[in-house]
Nanobody, 121 residues
Framework: QVQLVESGGGLVQPGGSLRLSCAAS????????MGWYRQAPGKERELVAA???????NYADSVKGRFTISRDNAKNTVYLQMNSLKPEDTAVYYC???????????????WGKGTLVTVSS
């Protein structure tokens, strides 16, 4: 079964940095886009950043210039480098992948369980 496992969350002071990782495993045929979403308490889940298999990226306006998404296709892994963190970046961060488990099937979304990022002094 497909699994997406995130790591790298934690507590950091404002202005600090964290690097999130998400590894996809389990009978994967191909992965199209991968991305990071976040959900703060009382708010809806929102897109943070996404990257296609070809390396094209897309960022939320609130993180442009501070966050960088990258991926290692050989390892089925996506990363999110977060710099200049702000208290408003506090949220559970979820990994997402649009992938296929067989050439016979269309791609669908898979989600990780999330990792908590807390930005506080």
């Amino acid at each position: 079964q497909v699994q997406l496992v995130e790591s790298g969350g934690g507590l950091v002071q404002p202005g600090g940095s964290l690097r999130l990782s998400c590894a996809a495993s389990g009978g994967i045929f191909s992965i199209n886009a991968m991305g990071w979403y976040r959900q703060a308490p009382g708010k809806e889940r929102e897109l943070v950043a996404a990257i296609t298999s070809g390396g094209s990226t897309n960022y939320a306006d609130s993180v442009k210039g501070r966050f960088t998404i990258s991926r290692d296709n050989a390892k089925n892994t996506v990363y999110l480098q977060m710099n200049s963190l702000k208290p408003e970046d506090t949220a559970v961060y979820y990994c997402n992948a649009d992938l296929r488990v067989s050439p016979l099937f269309r791609g669908r979304d898979y989600w990780g369980k999330g990792t908590l990022v807390t930005v506080s002094s």
